[in-house]
């Protein structure tokens, strides 16, 4: 795309008009008792809806008085805690099951387990020549802008795109679920091959494997991978699978389902908020801010060293010098969270295996030293703790994903949790959600343009 020096320089000149003229007072949300990015003073959510696909809990009342707890994180009532345990103990996938549970309500037994995981097998296909004519044609390094592009060019490939009745809506989900690993694994290889001039694969799905072994052998030239990498790859897509409803993506699955436009349009708009940093891309961060430890700090086993060198992330004088320390704190959560909670007992496994342990030490020490430097540094009483992100892209990096996907695979487990909240919304829907803004503007008296 090729634009003139003129063009370029007219938009940052009008670029500057809009810096000027946009900002708004930041006095004015409260005099108007506006809550900034719907939080309160305190940072919790505004409250703009009910949901029965999950639940968190943060906090709990005490004579009277809302105090921090223990972080839990609840599917259908369930705690994800005894979710995960009931997997681990019997050695087999869970991402199936859970999905099962999100979407319908209840836990399957064998034979409804077994149907499910047949319906999503069968859904495990593409169009004829989708991969050659779509994913191949005009890669993107940014691979949800590749999933974003085939999730809608799909809807021209369906009949009923458009019905958005529920059995046709659940069958859409069910597809889009099936096919969702696909289309990351098939997009990083076509930039890798394109952009990259690496080699390419085009593997085929195994009907008899989880979605967690597919998703390896999809992404791997050789297409093997040990039973532990893909337990703790299906254990992350469970723990990545939903997260109470009022995240940045499932509340966009809300809005734009509450509008009656089809599923595809939905999914694509989910994408769109996940792929912003500030959300799905955390875990790059963390990963990119410990490789710039490992090259500032001498000795990796020195605490005060390590501790120095988080100081400085918070004084804006090392990494990105955006004063933070990645994968420290949730905007939720403030004790713990479950979720790396989870991930903390597996990764240490995994690292043991792949010759690791160094990292994951040096990655425990963070975890302990991040938000004792964060509350003497920032004067934090509410609590502060490692979340998800801390360890999903070490153990992604542990499980030779590279970077580009780290953020799709947080899509192709989220997309359930999409699924259950936009049939949610369909069931309970009557009314488009239409929030409402306050002007502060001023009126102006109209000049004709000779005037001007």
Not at 398 to 412: S, Y
Request: proline share 3%.
């Amino acid at each position: 795309m090729i634009q003139t020096k003129e063009f370029l320089d007219n938009v940052g000149q009008w670029a500057d008009i809009c810096l000027n003229d946009e900002r708004i007072d930041l006095g004015l949300y409260e005099k108007y008792e506006v809550k900034r990015g719907l939080r309160d003073k305190n940072g919790n959510g505004v409250v703009a809806g009910l949901t029965k696909v999950s639940k968190i809990e943060s906090n709990k009342v005490v004579d009277g008085v809302k105090v921090p707890c223990e972080g839990k994180l609840f599917y259908r009532g369930y705690n994800i805690y005894d979710l995960i345990g009931g997997v681990v103990r019997d050695n087999r996938f869970g991402f199936e099951e859970i999905a099962y549970l999100l979407l319908f309500g209840e836990l399957p037994n064998d034979v409804e387990l077994s149907k499910f995981r047949d319906s999503l097998a069968y859904s495990r296909t593409l169009p004829t020549n989708f991969v050659r004519d779509v994913v191949m044609k005009a890669p993107s390094k940014d691979m949800m802008v590749s999933l974003s592009k085939s999730i809608l060019t799909l809807a021209s490939y369906d009949d009923k795109a458009w019905d958005i009745s529920i059995p046709n809506v659940l069958r859409q989900s069910m597809m889009l679920i099936s096919v969702m690993p696909m289309l990351a694994a098939y997009s990083y290889h076509a930039f890798n091959h394109y952009e990259r001039d690496g080699s390419m694969y085009i593997h085929r799905p195994d009907e008899k494997l989880s979605t967690a072994e597919n998703l390896l052998r999809l992404l791997r030239p050789d297409m093997k991978y040990s039973q532990v990498e893909a337990h703790v790859l299906d254990l992350a897509l469970i723990l990545h699978m939903e997260h109470g409803g009022g995240n940045n993506s499932t509340f966009t699955t809300h809005v734009v389902t509450s509008s009656g436009t089809d599923t595809y349009s939905v999914v694509s708009a989910a994408l769109a908020s996940l792929k912003g940093p500030k959300h799905g891309g955390a875990n790059i961060k963390v990963v990119e801010m410990m490789a710039d430890l490992r090259q500032n700090v001498k000795d990796l086993k020195d605490r005060d060293e390590v501790e120095s060198y988080l100081k400085k992330l918070l004084h804006k004088e090392a990494f990105d010098r955006k004063g933070l320390i990645y994968g420290m704190g949730h905007a939720v959560y403030s004790k713990s969270d479950p979720r790396a909670e989870i991930f903390k007992r597996f990764v240490k496994q995994l690292s043991e295996e792949k010759g690791r342990i160094d990292d994951f030490e040096l990655y425990s020490m963070i975890e302990e030293l991040g938000p004792k430097v964060i509350t003497e540094e920032r004067k934090i009483y509410k609590g502060v703790s490692a979340n998800v992100d801390f360890y999903s892209g070490f153990v992604y990096s542990m499980l030779d994903i590279p970077e580009e996907m780290f953020t799709p695979i947080f899509a192709i487990a989220r997309i359930v949790g999409w699924s259950a909240h936009r049939i949610e919304e369909l069931i309970n829907m009557d009314k488009i959600i239409r929030p409402a803004y306050t002007s502060v503007m001023q009126e102006e008296d109209y000049k004709p343009l000779s005037q001007r």
